[in-house]
């Protein structure tokens, strides 16, 4: 069984093999030429589905007017009731075909193609298909309408290309698009063969179910020697069946043409033995250079994966350090301030306490004391230091949830796996990264919607975890700065007033009772597909060089999918924004 999608030089060469000893046990060219599409038509399979990938299988060959039998050369006449047929007119000819419906497993039920009369150049030029099938294997319409004998040895030598039309579709060259491409979900279109030494030609043709690709058409080029092989033993005298019944019915004794036939036979069963010891090492090479590729495969795999790990065990490892003991450094001091202040305010209200009874007490104080009450402005100072210890209790607070949050997302002594909220990691990233969403001259400030469901505590590696969102919410902030320079002009003002601002959206939500959901999304420019698919690829970036390594979502990817057993994906559409769906189990799996 062979996939055209994947086709291979291991099945090209199995398959010519096959293809080339179908002609062992047939006694005529319409024998050997069902034996090779029933062949084609039963082998040719969509691996992913199990189904046939063709839908119809047709060998055509021309054959002059003169040997076609009884009834086709009736049938042709019926197509061309004006015209004076002369015996050498060339007809292409149905010999054998193969196919999902019934009516398409015997050339004498086909109704529109069991001859088609090559008349003349321009005749074949109204039809589009047999017109193109002709260009597309190098064939020139001389040849095929009136072969030149002193040309035929040279151009029966070569070897053509293929017919190919990959999508089927709506495609000038496929005809019958309402009664047979759209209803039979034909998608590609693929045929090869070549020129006999008669001057015919022959052509094998496959509809197809499925898109073939170009480098599995270019494989399939070699198949036409093969089918030549099987053919050419009967290309003289043995055409038909009914030829090969009226031959056994006269019992015709073997004469000298026979006898030339056996030594062609011999000479050809001794080709066929050396392709065949030719196919055989080309089979035994082929599996050692897949196995080794596949290996060499592995490999680079394997060494990509242990260097991202390696530099982002290294990355954390220095971000840890780094995080606690700038953590640690400022909540010192902090803590000294925060905890002074609450003495410093009893201390300088006791003061002010002590200055309003005196100047109860004695209210006409020399005049050097009130001119100096008068230029620090006493009652100002009084209700400003309250204002002043107020906002400094207010920074110091602020500070101490900053180191919380610093502390939070570094979590060096949680390096195994721990209950935790995932809401808490969320938005100790996101202070992390405050000053990032902040406005600036040239972009505007990056709006961030939280959209927060009770989540239950979900074991995992929390400052791998931690790592995931930060590297997610730099890329968005990355997208939206850059999509922000076509929509804003500077000073936060929008270029067209019905531009979006730009903003980030993070969802959490509970799937089921094992899994729970993270979604981060942005409103920046997108991606096309072609980049959508490689984001999660070690070292691709669209970035910048010296802006972007290409490991930040890769990181993201084996964090989610090889640490937490979960799944990361990616929806974005051109134009309108980008959003990462982030799954992962309650319960971890691993560990």
Not at 91 to 112: D, I, M, V
Request: glycine share 4%; proline share 4%.
């Amino acid at each position: 069984m062979y996939d055209l999608q994947k086709f291979t030089l291991r099945d090209m060469s199995e398959c010519g093999l096959s293809l080339r000893n179908l002609g062992n046990q047939a006694n005529n060219m319409e024998e050997a030429s069902t034996y090779i599409v029933q062949y084609l038509y039963n082998n040719l399979i969509d691996l992913n589905s199990g189904e046939k990938s063709c839908a119809l299988v047709r060998f055509f060959k021309t054959h002059s007017y003169g040997k076609l039998t009884p009834d086709l050369q009736e049938y042709t006449h019926s197509l061309l009731t004006n015209q004076v047929l002369e015996d050498n007119l060339k007809c292409l000819t149905l010999l054998a075909t193969a196919g999902q419906l019934p009516e398409w497993n015997s050339r004498h039920k086909s109704e529109r193609h069991k001859v088609i009369p090559l008349f003349s150049k321009e005749m074949i030029g109204r039809i589009p298909m047999i017109f193109q099938l002709i260009q597309q294997l190098g064939l020139n319409l001389d040849t095929v309408v009136r072969p030149d004998p002193n040309l035929l040895t040279d151009l029966e030598q070569r070897m053509y290309n293929v017919f190919y039309v990959p999508d089927a579709l709506d495609s000038p060259y496929i005809p019958s698009q309402i009664s047979f491409v759209i209803p039979y979900n034909i998608k590609s279109v693929v045929g090869f063969g070549g020129l006999l030494p008669s001057g015919n030609i022959f052509v094998v043709l496959m509809f197809l179910k499925v898109i073939v690709p170009r480098s599995s058409v270019d494989l399939l080029r070699p198949l036409a020697l093969n089918v030549k092989m099987t053919i050419l033993p009967f290309e003289n005298d043995k055409i038909f069946i009914e030829e090969e019944q009226l031959i056994e019915a006269e019992n015709i004794v073997m004469t000298k043409n026979d006898e030339i036939f056996q030594h062609l036979n011999s000479q050809i069963a001794t080709l066929t033995q050396l392709l065949d010891v030719s196919d055989q090492s080309t089979i035994s090479q082929s599996d050692r250079l897949e196995q080794t590729n596949a290996y060499l495969q592995e490999t680079l795999k394997k060494l990509q994966s242990t260097q991202i790990q390696l530099v982002h065990n290294e990355k954390m490892s220095s971000l840890g350090q780094l995080v606690a003991g700038i953590a640690h450094e400022i909540n010192n001091p902090v803590n000294f301030i925060h905890g002074n202040l609450n003495y410093a305010k009893e201390s300088t209200d006791s003061i002010l306490r002590i200055i309003r009874k005196y100047q109860h007490y004695y209210p006409n104080t020399p005049q050097e004391i009130q001119k100096l009450i008068k230029e620090n402005e006493l009652d100002f100072l009084d209700q400003d230091l309250t204002k002043a210890f107020s906002s400094m209790r207010v920074g110091t607070e602020r500070i101490t949830e900053i180191i919380k949050s610093l502390r939070n997302f570094s979590r060096l002594d949680e390096s195994e796996i721990k209950q935790v909220y995932i809401d808490e990691g969320i938005d100790s990233t996101l202070m992390i990264l405050e000053h990032q969403l902040q406005a600036r001259d040239k972009y505007p400030e990056i709006q961030v919607f939280k959209e927060y469901s009770q989540l239950p505590l979900v074991e995992c590696y929390p400052a791998q975890l931690n790592q995931v969102f930060m590297n997610m919410l730099i890329n968005a902030i990355d997208a939206l700065k850059d999509s922000s320079k076509t929509r804003f002009v500077g000073n936060n003002k929008l270029e067209k007033p019905n531009c979006l601002l730009p903003t980030i959206s993070i969802r959490t939500e509970v799937i089921d009772q094992e899994w729970v959901a993270i979604r981060i999304a942005d409103n920046a420019s997108g991606m096309d597909e072609r980049v959508r698919t490689r984001i999660f690829d070690p070292f691709f970036t669209t970035k910048p060089v010296g802006k972007g390594t290409g490991l930040g979502l890769s990181i993201c990817y084996q964090i989610i999918v090889e640490k937490h057993s979960g799944q990361i994906g990616c929806i974005s559409v051109p134009g309108q924004g980008t959003e990462f769906v982030i799954k992962i189990p309650v319960k971890a799996k691993n560990g």
